[in-house]
């Protein structure tokens, strides 16, 4: 870039006497005005020197600011390359920000089901496992949550789940999520997390399950693995995440895999995207 001159031009046929060659005023003079007295002018400079200039005519002394400029060109160039960058750079930045919030969302979910088990236990004197009352589950905890809505079984509007109305898909993105493990009750937490029951406490094999979409049914992508989370309730009163040692569903070629067709695909997810620092890094963008 040019080092910006400056410039004093006459006009008339005078001739100006200045220290400077070519009539250039270096910048730290060139605070000027110009006098008249009778035929005879003169340019001051800040520091008070006076150039004499001589000439039968009137005549003006104005600053031609010799300044850098982009052409139109550059700047629609530059323009076009921010622009590209943006494109692929925000993208990315949105989404990292979004699996930011929903990881956040999984734990603090996770910490706030736990305490409310504890609470429980301690309430009614013994310790809740996964062979608590049949469907009752979801009814029973209420009062431990900050409840926003309370979806009553199917009894669901637009902010909870219902088999007919809303459809979650399996971690592979391909195939819809089963429905049978979260249909035993459900309510909507005033921070718009969706809490999913399954409450099947007969048999040998207890299903208790609470499945937790941790940025609501309205946002997307309501995929198991992304923002749908399901932990277990074990015999023995643990509150673990699905994929872990001692629950349901540990394996994860078939429960937590890009490539499974099961329609449970993404059900062990939860024990990694809690404990893989990488999980949410490695989720398609």
């Given at each position: 870039?040019?080092?910006?001159?400056?410039r004093?031009?006459?006009?008339?046929?005078?001739?100006a006497?200045?220290?400077?060659?070519?009539?250039?005023?270096?910048k730290?003079?060139?605070?000027?005005?110009y006098?008249?007295?009778?035929?005879?002018?003169?340019?001051s400079?800040?520091?008070?020197?006076?150039?004499?200039?001589?000439?039968?005519?009137?005549?003006?002394?104005?600053?031609?600011?010799?300044?850098?400029?982009?052409?139109l060109?550059?700047?629609?160039?530059?323009?076009?390359?921010i622009?590209?960058?943006?494109?692929?750079?925000?993208?990315?930045?949105?989404?990292?920000?979004?699996?930011?919030e929903?990881?956040?969302?999984?734990?603090?979910?996770?910490?706030?089901?736990?305490?409310?088990f504890?609470?429980?236990?301690?309430?009614?004197?013994?310790?809740?496992?996964?062979?608590?009352?049949?469907?009752?589950?979801?009814?029973?905890?209420?009062?431990?949550?900050?409840?926003?809505?309370?979806?009553?079984?199917?009894?669901y509007?637009?902010?909870?789940?219902?088999?007919?109305?809303?459809?979650?898909?399996?971690?592979?993105?391909?195939?819809?999520?089963?429905?049978?493990?979260?249909?035993?009750?459900?309510?909507?937490?005033?921070?718009?997390?969706?809490?999913?029951?399954?409450?099947?406490?007969?048999?040998?094999?207890?299903?208790?399950?609470?499945?937790?979409?941790?940025?609501?049914?309205k946002?997307?992508?309501?995929?198991?693995?992304?923002?749908?989370?399901?932990?277990?309730?074990?015999?023995?009163?643990?509150?673990?995440?699905m994929?872990?040692?001692?629950?349901?569903?540990?394996?994860?070629?078939?429960?937590?895999?890009?490539?499974?067709?099961s329609t449970?695909?993404?059900?062990a997810?939860?024990?990694?995207?809690?404990?893989d620092?990488?999980?949410?890094?490695?989720?398609?963008?």
């Amino acid at each position: 870039m040019l080092k910006p001159r400056y410039r004093a031009n006459f006009g008339g046929g005078g001739q100006a006497s200045l220290s400077s060659p070519c009539g250039i005023i270096p910048k730290k003079h060139f605070f000027v005005f110009y006098k008249q007295n009778k035929q005879k002018s003169y340019l001051s400079t800040i520091d008070g020197t006076e150039w004499q200039a001589y000439s039968e005519n009137i005549f003006a002394v104005r600053d031609i600011f010799s300044k850098a400029a982009f052409t139109l060109a550059e700047v629609l160039i530059t323009i076009g390359i921010i622009g590209v960058v943006a494109s692929m750079t925000v993208p990315g930045i949105i989404n990292d920000t979004r699996y930011a919030e929903i990881q956040a969302s999984l734990k603090k979910n996770y910490s706030v089901i736990s305490q409310a088990f504890k609470k429980m236990s301690e309430e009614k004197g013994y310790t809740i496992t996964a062979s608590y009352g049949n469907l009752i589950l979801a009814e029973d905890m209420k009062k431990y949550f900050r409840i926003g809505f309370d979806c009553k079984g199917y009894n669901y509007n637009q902010y909870c789940y219902h088999p007919t109305k809303t459809s979650y898909k399996t971690f592979s993105g391909t195939e819809q999520a089963a429905n049978s493990i979260i249909d035993d009750g459900g309510y909507m937490m005033t921070d718009g997390s969706l809490y999913l029951f399954e409450n099947a406490g007969g048999g040998n094999r207890h299903t208790t399950y609470i499945t937790v979409d941790t940025n609501s049914i309205k946002k997307g992508p309501n995929r198991w693995g992304y923002d749908l989370f399901t932990f277990q309730l074990t015999n023995d009163g643990k509150f673990l995440p699905m994929g872990a040692p001692d629950t349901h569903y540990t394996d994860m070629d078939t429960y937590c895999s890009k490539n499974s067709s099961s329609t449970l695909n993404g059900i062990a997810c939860t024990e990694r995207a809690l404990n893989d620092p990488n999980y949410f890094k490695n989720l398609d963008k």
